[in-house]
T-cell receptor, first 117, second 113 residues
Framework: GAVVSQHPSWVICKSGTSVKIECRSLDFQATTMFWYRQFPKQSLMLMATSNEGSKATYEQGVEKDKFLINHASLTLSTLTVTSAHPEDSSFYIC?????????????FGPGTRLTVL | GNSVTQMEGPVTLSEEAFLTINCTYTATGYPSLFWYVQYPGEGLQLLLKATKADDKGSNKGFEATYRKETTSFHLEKGSVQVSDSAVYFCALILMDSSYKLIFGSGTRLLVRP
């Protein structure tokens, strides 16, 4: 149980285009999802917290107009990188917290590698 | 503030060697503690967790004990395998309503045959 999927697993796009990444909890309802960014050989940097039915909470320094997050249902959150540029190239990982009862464990997706040309 | 400190890697071991990866934390209250593992090109997998002092988390031969007195959560394995080669992250969860994870910098483990 506790499986989180991401789609796509990798994407290459041209500078100036927008890219949408999906994060789904497959066998549980996720009231809270998190989006991280990871640079090569570095730890994860939390970008934003996404709660179902409400606006995402962004970490300091993260541009909310550039990284649009939507958490429309209890099993799906999306991250849209708008007007992508080469510096947005990175590994994006989502995680989901099981909302059924008290649990403090986050389950992570396999990640999406974005390359902006 | 809340933080997690891990030993720097890479850690290089021969197969069947004993593994210790040190992790210490600073936190308000008594957070739950986690070890996650990341294989190349993949997301993070939960390896083990402990929710209170003196709890021992264990999985796949790995163990870590929540030590409140030393604020530590060191990861150990008695006999590593080549397949254990990965990056290991120690983390704590904030004990507020945010449920944010605070990660250490990660420790790369390389096990040679």
């Amino acid at each position: 149980g506790a499986v989180v999927s991401q789609h796509p697993s990798w994407v290459i796009c041209k500078s100036g285009t927008s890219v949408k990444i999906e994060c789904r909890s497959l066998d549980f309802q996720a009231t809270t999802m998190f989006w991280y960014r990871q640079f090569p050989k570095q730890s994860l940097m939390l970008m934003a917290t996404s709660n179902e039915g409400s606006k995402a909470t962004y970490e300091q320094g993260v541009e909310k107009d550039k990284f649009l997050i939507n958490h429309a249902s209890l099993t799906l959150s999306t991250l849209t990188v708008t007007s992508a540029h080469p510096e947005d190239s990175s590994f994006y990982i989502c995680s989901a917290r099981d909302g059924a009862g008290y649990t403090d464990t986050q389950y992570f997706g396999p990640g999406t590698r974005l390359t902006v040309l | 503030g809340n933080s997690v400190t891990q030993m720097e890697g890479p850690v290089t071991l021969s197969e069947e060697a004993f593994l210790t990866i040190n992790c210490t934390y600073t936190a308000t209250g008594y957070p739950s503690l986690f070890w996650y593992v990341q294989y190349p090109g993949e997301g993070l997998q939960l390896l083990l967790k402990a929710t209170k002092a003196d709890d021992k988390g264990s999985n796949k031969g790995f163990e870590a004990t929540y030590r409140k007195e030393t604020t530590s959560f060191h990861l150990e394995k008695g006999s590593v395998q080549v397949s254990d080669s990965a990056v290991y992250f120690c983390a704590l969860i904030l004990m507020d309503s945010s449920y944010k994870l605070i990660f250490g910098s990660g420790t790369r483990l390389l096990v040679r045959p």
